[in-house]
């Protein structure tokens, strides 16, 4: 698999790779990036983490521990693809939790994307490991909430004055109306970003050689999610929440954000304004200064 360099406003943070072993002796790796506070960093995808590097500079404020979720980046691709089911990784936070010594107090976790599903399950089975949850433009799979094709289109009219727009929404409503083709999910990549800039297109050209797409479907296969049991827990669930999601993010439009912020007891919704899914390439002083402040 090629990774290419993590996308980050920060150079000078210091950064180191170790591995361990999961319960079931897959060898996982880890980035460690800064110094401070851990906190524990799970992708989405699944796809190596190397795409969130340091969060737009946030390993200034904390050491961050860029999980590989198994069978990505340098993790190690199990012979049982069934073991890299969403639900089945909720062992592989808590072995890397042990792992790094971290002891019986809580620590904080952030999740972006498709990770904000293991991030749920594992708050859902262990709430007394985790202080503070960060959830960064999350999916909502885990939670059973829709996500409809007026919400994406919705959100996706707020870039009508950008020149890729005409062909980008087509693209869009082939894909709502059941209508896709390859050439429709290329075509909508610009809504991703909040501005498709240089860093933004290489950004998402890197994304092909970060994805194993069997280990994508394993990830979401039947059995995954549990949705009535993760909201029931979630219910319980009374450490601080922080959901922050782009104002013009088509994966993380505002009325089911709103519907999963009203999940947790002490949930705390923010909108970045012209942010798109990757929200620290779009502007990172705003998005690290909210989740700095948060986990303070």
Known sequence: MTASPPASSSSSSSSSSSSFSAPDGTRLSYEVIGEGRPLLCLPGGPQDSVYLGDLGGLSAHRQLIRLDLRGTGRSELPADLSSCRCDRLVDDVAALREHLGLGPGRTDVL????????????????????????????????VDIAITADDRRETARLRAAEPWFP???????????????GDSWAAIAPFSYGRLD????????????????EVVAAFGADGAFDAAATRAALARFVRPVLLLTGEVDLSAPPRPMKELNSLFPKGELTV????????WLDDPERFVAVVAEFLR
């Open 111 to 142: 999740a972006h994307s498709g990770g904000a599903n293991l991030a749920l399950q594992y708050a859902a089975r262990h709430p007394e490991h985790i202080d503070r949850l960060a959830l960064i433009t999350p999916s909502v799979r885990a």
């Open 167 to 181: 062909a980008a929404y087509a693209a869009l409503c082939e894909i709502t109306e059941g209508r896709a083709t």
């Open 198 to 213: 240089t860093a933004a297109r290489r950004h998402q050209a890197a994304e092909a050689g970060q994805t194993n797409h």
């Open 272 to 279: 970045q304004s012209g942010a798109g899914h990757f929200p």
